[in-house]
């Protein structure tokens, strides 16, 4: 009798403080549950599916607050590299109204649809956002990143 | 009877020692690393100054920093608001030279670090900074062919062991600049091209001198930077080093709710940016719109890094080439001051607006709209127990870490 006893109290107790731990995860986690947080993938087609484009830090990592190079490496859907591009850079943080803290701008053509974008800075953590205005042959459309640090 | 009330009891302890225990998050203690003076990098190299580093130009830097005669009437020196002992500020709400400023001295602290100077950044390299006041009319007021020829009189022999030999003076004007009074700025425009690009490389090295001297100046360890080492590789604080729950409160709204750290991030307290953040202008003095109209000031600047006068490469002036030059995100915006030993320097803002950390944290809590531009900053619900706490946190990043 008593043994029975015993399991169902610690069956019980342990009930209590797994429902009480469940509680204070709940409570100190309260992102969780909300909607997941932008795309932040780095390759992707434009807008109308005009290009593919990938957008890689030419470092590997990105730092916070240091002047950073990134790649931008643009193919046709048949997988051709665009060359000639005229690319256009803005952007900035959508939950705080305001834009980036540099102008990144294209500077160079590296090759195999390759364009090195030089000025990026992210100066604060969060989530980020740079548009590409891409015009080429192949015609004009847009892409945009999330960078979120 | 007496079992399941043990067992309750023992519960409620376990939850309550979960509860009470560990105040920080892993997501905060990672932000609260991130702020810690141990996380600070080594000073980078300037390359667009290669005396930056020479220990003989560091000490000419420093003489000259004192030097009251490097001004026009002998009694102004770069020490006179940028006090030694007073963090290299003045505590003044504008600094005063040989008149009265329109802006607040900022202090020296890690100012080597900076990508921007003055409040709006005007100035693109600690050396190209401290060439302005010298020749601004309400700070030293003097002008660049009277220091050329001051520099060769007293400290000929020291300037040219460090930057080699001095150009012939002999017919340059006592006095002569293009931003000088009508008949300094006629001496300079009666001077040939060579005439003006050598009294301009002296100059240029003055400040490259006082620049080598101001990167010695670097933030010292706080009882927040102890805090925050013991936080993170969990040891247990001394009882001096201790926060107290309101300095955790304090902490936790800083990085938190109260949204400091968005801008005032890193080691140094500081995104490195321009914000507007809706304080208020000062009535009696002129318009001031930040940093929109410093980026032309920046680009005209013949000491800038895109000028004859860095050493290096261009690769050095990505700031430079990269900066934003036109948004409206720029119209009253200010450089983040570093909190560093701030508490221990009212007043606040790029002209000393407010006289205590109570107005400061008010004046964000309110988030009035600013008189021109849009303020970055919105609304936040703060108890008077919240805001007592942030001003109590800040006055830990004041405070020496004991030995």
Same mark, same amino acid.
């Given at each position: 009798?008593?043994?029975?006893?015993?399991?169902?109290?610690?069956?019980?107790?342990?009930?209590?403080?797994?429902?009480?731990?469940?509680?204070?995860?709940?409570?100190?986690?309260?992102?969780?549950?909300?909607?997941?947080?932008?795309?932040?993938?780095?390759?992707?087609?434009?807008?109308?599916?005009?290009?593919?484009?990938?957008?890689?830090?030419?470092?590997?990592?990105?730092?916070?607050?240091?002047?950073?190079?990134?790649?931008?490496?643009?193919?046709?859907?048949?997988?051709?590299?665009?060359?000639?591009?005229?690319?256009?850079?803005?952007?900035?943080?959508?939950?705080?109204?305001?834009?980036?803290?540099?102008?990144?701008?294209?500077?160079?053509?590296?090759?195999?649809?390759?364009?090195?974008?030089?000025?990026?800075?992210?100066?604060?953590?969060?989530?980020?956002?740079?548009?590409?205005?891409?015009?080429?042959?192949?015609?004009?459309?847009?892409?945009?990143?999330?960078?979120?640090? | 009877?007496?079992?399941?009330?043990?067992?309750?009891?023992?519960?409620?302890?376990?939850?309550?020692?979960?509860?009470?225990?560990?105040?920080?998050?892993?997501?905060?203690?990672?932000?609260?690393?991130?702020?810690?003076?141990?996380?600070?990098?080594?000073?980078?190299?300037?390359?667009?100054?290669?005396?930056?580093?020479?220990?003989?130009?560091?000490?000419?830097?420093?003489?000259?920093?004192?030097?009251?005669?490097?001004?026009?009437?002998?009694?102004?020196?770069?020490?006179?608001?940028?006090?030694?002992?007073?963090?290299?500020?003045?505590?003044?709400?504008?600094?005063?030279?040989?008149?009265?400023?329109?802006?607040?001295?900022?202090?020296?602290?890690?100012?080597?670090?900076?990508?921007?100077? %003055?409040?709006?950044?005007?100035?693109? #390299?600690?050396?190209?900074?401290?060439?302005? $006041? *010298?020749? &601004?009319?309400? @700070? /030293? !007021?003097?002008?660049?062919?009277?220091?050329?020829?001051?520099?060769?009189?007293?400290?000929?022999?020291?300037?040219?062991?460090? %930057?080699?030999?001095?150009?012939?003076? #002999?017919?340059?004007?006592?006095?002569?600049? $293009? *931003?000088? &009074?009508?008949? @300094? /700025? !006629?001496?300079?425009?009666?001077?040939?091209?060579?005439?003006?690009?050598?009294?301009?490389?002296?100059?240029?090295?003055?400040?490259?001198?006082?620049?080598?001297?101001?990167?010695?100046?670097?933030?010292?360890?706080?009882?927040?930077?102890?805090?925050?080492?013991?936080?993170?590789?969990?040891?247990?604080?001394?009882?001096?080093?201790?926060?107290?729950?309101?300095?955790?409160?304090?902490?936790?709204?800083?990085?938190?709710?109260?949204?400091?750290?968005?801008?005032?991030?890193?080691?140094?307290?500081?995104?490195?940016?321009?914000?507007?953040?809706?304080?208020?202008?000062?009535?009696?003095?002129?318009?001031?719109?930040?940093?929109?109209?410093?980026?032309?000031?920046?680009?005209?600047?013949?000491?800038?890094?895109?000028?004859?006068?860095?050493?290096?490469?261009?690769?050095?002036?990505?700031?430079?080439?990269?900066?934003?030059?036109?948004?409206?995100?720029?119209?009253?915006?200010?450089?983040?001051?570093?909190?560093?030993?701030?508490?221990?320097?009212?007043?606040?803002?790029?002209?000393?607006?407010?006289?205590?950390?109570?107005?400061?944290?008010?004046?964000?809590?309110?988030?009035?709209?600013?008189?021109?531009?849009?303020?970055?900053?919105?609304?936040?619900?703060?108890?008077?127990?919240?805001?007592?706490?942030?001003?109590?946190?800040?006055?830990?990043?004041?405070?020496?870490?004991?030995?």
């Amino acid at each position: 009798m008593a043994s029975i006893w015993r399991y169902l109290l610690a069956g019980l107790g342990l009930t209590a403080l797994l429902a009480g731990i469940l509680a204070v995860v709940y409570l100190m986690a309260p992102q969780w549950g909300q909607p997941t947080g932008p795309d932040v993938s780095r390759s992707k087609a434009s807008e109308n599916g005009l290009f593919v484009a990938s957008f890689q830090p030419e470092a590997g990592a990105v730092r916070q607050g240091e002047l950073e190079t990134w790649l931008l490496t643009l193919k046709t859907k048949a997988g051709a590299p665009v060359e000639g591009a005229a690319i256009a850079i803005s952007g900035g943080m959508p939950q705080h109204d305001h834009g980036l803290p540099t102008s990144p701008q294209a500077t160079d053509y590296l090759g195999e649809g390759q364009y090195r974008i030089e000025g990026v800075k992210f100066t604060m953590s969060g989530w980020w956002q740079l548009h590409f205005a891409i015009s080429a042959t192949a015609g004009s459309d847009t892409v945009v990143f999330n960078v979120v640090l | 009877m007496r079992r399941p009330a043990r067992l309750l009891a023992l519960v409620a302890v376990t939850l309550l020692a979960g509860c009470g225990k560990p105040q920080f998050s892993d997501a905060e203690k990672k932000t609260v690393a991130s702020l810690a003076l141990s996380n600070l990098p080594a000073l980078k190299t300037d390359t667009t100054n290669r005396f930056a580093d020479l220990p003989a130009a560091a000490a000419l830097g420093s003489t000259l920093f004192f030097d009251l005669s490097m001004s026009r009437d002998g009694t102004v020196s770069c020490s006179t608001c940028h006090k030694i002992d007073r963090q290299f500020q003045d505590d003044l709400p504008q600094a005063v030279g040989v008149g009265r400023t329109n802006r607040r001295t900022m202090p020296l602290a890690g100012v080597a670090r900076d990508p921007w100077f %003055f409040w709006d950044g005007r100035r693109d #390299s600690l050396w190209a900074q401290a060439l302005t $006041p *010298l020749e &601004n009319p309400l @700070e /030293q !007021a003097g002008n660049r062919a009277a220091y050329a020829h001051y520099i060769k009189a007293r400290f000929g022999e020291r300037y040219e062991r460090i %930057f080699g030999p001095l150009p012939d003076l #002999s017919s340059i004007p006592a006095n002569a600049s $293009p *931003l000088g &009074n009508d008949a @300094e /700025q !006629a001496a300079w425009k009666a001077m040939s091209g060579a005439q003006r690009d050598a009294v301009n490389r002296v100059f240029a090295n003055i400040g490259k001198a006082i620049a080598a001297f101001e990167r010695s100046i670097e933030p010292q360890p706080t009882r927040f930077d102890r805090f925050a080492v013991d936080l993170v590789t969990g040891a247990k604080p001394r009882p001096e080093d201790a926060f107290s729950p309101q300095e955790i409160q304090g902490l936790k709204l800083f990085i938190g709710k109260a949204n400091c750290v968005t801008c005032h991030n890193g080691p140094r307290f500081t995104d490195n940016s321009f914000h507007n953040t809706g304080v208020p202008p000062v009535k009696d003095l002129p318009p001031d719109r930040g940093r929109i109209d410093a980026v032309a000031q920046v680009e005209a600047d013949p000491f800038n890094c895109l000028s004859a006068y860095r050493d290096g490469d261009a690769s050095a002036c990505g700031e430079l080439r990269f900066m934003v030059r036109d948004a409206p995100q720029l119209v009253r915006a200010y450089k983040t001051p570093s909190l560093r030993g701030a508490a221990d320097r009212p007043p606040y803002m790029h002209a000393g607006q407010f006289s205590s950390l109570d107005e400061v944290v008010a004046h964000y809590a309110k988030a009035s709209p600013s008189v021109e531009g849009v303020s970055e900053v919105h609304p936040l619900d703060l108890s008077d127990r919240e805001r007592a706490a942030l001003v109590a946190f800040l006055k830990t990043l004041s405070e020496q870490a004991g030995q």
